[in-house]
């Protein structure tokens, strides 16, 4: 339910973020500096998961990014 309540929320790309480090040891998107950070969750898709994690943790990391 706590996930839940992080979905849509300000925190929920931080979290993301967050989730993808945990599973993938690298961050989900390659920027050198904010702006173009914001650009890239804005207009592009994060790099994949490494197999092995769970269907159901894929799908918050989803949401949230």
Not at 10 to 24: D, K, Q, W
Not at 30 to 51: C, F, G, M, R, W
């Amino acid at each position: 339910e706590m996930l839940r309540s992080l979905v849509g929320s300000e925190m929920c790309i931080e979290t993301g973020v967050v989730l993808y480090e945990m599973c993938a040891q690298k961050y989900p998107y390659d920027a050198s500096n904010i702006d173009e950070l914001e650009e890239k969750v804005l207009t592009t898709k994060y790099k994949p998961i490494p197999q092995g994690v769970t269907k159901d943790f894929n799908m918050i990391i989803k949401q949230c990014l």
